[in-house]
């Protein structure tokens, strides 16, 4: 069913306490970690609890809890005290998604350019 935990889900793992990770925020629909490589002074994952396969499927499967995802990027960046900083939701492998269990990447710290490439 969708939104159910996936056994072979690296990051339905970590929500369940199966895998360690850094835990920097939880709230009852979502969790956000640091991320393993980071690729700025600040890396923090924001995800649903919910398993959906992307940001995509999220989006249209349970809007609010995609709103709750993006409500989360915001409160991490004000705990990180980020001025300025970068939300990335990469949507399929072409886009260089890697992990099929939706979650917005915050990026921050440092100079980001634009466009990423
Ligand atoms: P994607 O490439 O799917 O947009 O992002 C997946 C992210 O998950 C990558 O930035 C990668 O470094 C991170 N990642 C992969 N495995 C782990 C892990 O075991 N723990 C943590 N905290 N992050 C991970
Ligand atoms: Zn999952």
Known sequence: MAG???DDCLFCKIIAGHVPATIVRETETTV???DIN???????LVI??????????LAAAAP????????????VAD???????RVVFNTGPGAGQTVFHAHAHV???????WPPG
């Open 38 to 44: 980071p690729q700025a002074p600040t890396h923090v």
């Open 64 to 75: 609010e809890l995609a709103a709750d995802v993006l409500h989360e990027t915001k409160a």
């Open 32 to 34: 956000a970690f640091r």
């Open 107 to 113: 990026l921050g710290g440092r100079g980001l350019q």
């Open 79 to 85: 705990e990180e005290k980020l001025d300025s900083y």
């Open 4 to 6: 159910e935990p996936q």
């Open 48 to 57: 649903p609890r919910a398993h959906y396969p992307n940001a995509a499927e």
